[in-house]
């Protein structure tokens, strides 16, 4: 069975901090990895997308890497703000599954003002 | 755009009693996606459809579970009877047209309570 874990589970950090979670999958045969953000109450929404060719994608101040034979990926915030406290996901898209997302458990993240 | 919408928002119902769902996905979407998220598993995908075929249902994890696309924008998951252990939020989420399943789009998602 393929699984996505992330670590840490949650992290607390004051504002500024720069900050990098991290995200391992059991298979490098993927197709691709996809950062999301959820916030309290909500649905989830797409940050980043690596594509297995690929090894990072940048967004403003989010910048993500992939690293297939280690099975990683990192998400790196810079500058953090308290805007950016939510819950970080990533998912992986392996090749034996075909078109499902396989989640990790996500990382709660609070940045204090 | 409204964006994925999902109704109830929150269900709150007694054991075995049956409970549905709804989800509209964004217009022009061509596969839906039924999630379920809990506390102790995280989040599963329970279901997916393309053009309204029920695709991958190797998630659902009961008979008790069921989904309907009847058209391209009106989803239905239904449990019946419903358990305590169905506690959950369950989401829909739906993607563009040629982006296959990386591009999708969430709904706010339904908070069920079974007592």
């Known amino acids: 069975k393929q699984e996505v874990t992330q670590i840490p589970a949650a992290l607390s950090v004051p504002e500024g901090e720069n900050l990098v979670l991290n995200c391992s999958f059991t298979d490098s045969a993927i197709y691709n990895l996809q950062w999301f953000r959820q916030d309290p109450g909500k649905g989830l929404t797409s940050l980043l997308l690596?594509?297995?060719?690929?090894r990072e994608q940048t967004s403003g101040r989010l910048n993500a890497s992939l690293d297939k034979s280690s099975g990683r990926s990192t998400l790196y915030i810079a500058a953090s703000q308290p805007g950016d406290s939510a819950t970080y996901l990533c998912a992986a898209r392996f090749m034996e599954y075909g078109n499902k997302l396989v989640f990790g458990a996500g990382t709660i993240l609070r940045v204090k003002s | 755009d409204a964006g994925v919408i999902q109704s109830p928002r929150h269900e709150v119902t007694e054991m075995g009693q049956e409970v549905t769902l709804r989800c509209k996905p964004i217009?022009?979407?061509?596969?839906l996606f039924w999630y379920r998220q809990t506390m102790m598993r995280g989040l599963e995908l329970l279901i997916y459809f393309n053009n309204n075929v029920p695709i991958d249902d190797s998630g659902m994890p009961e008979d008790r579970f069921s989904a309907k696309m009847p058209n391209a924008s009106f989803s239905t998951l239904k449990i019946q009877p419903s358990e305590p252990r169905d506690s959950a939020v369950y989401f829909c989420?739906?993607?563009?047209?040629?982006?296959?399943?990386?591009?999708?789009?969430f709904g706010p998602g339904t908070r069920l309570l079974v007592l």
């Open positions: 217009s022009g979407h061509d596969y």
């Open positions: 690596i594509q297995s060719s690929q």
């Open positions: 989420a739906s993607s563009l047209p040629g982006t296959g399943v990386e591009t999708q789009y």
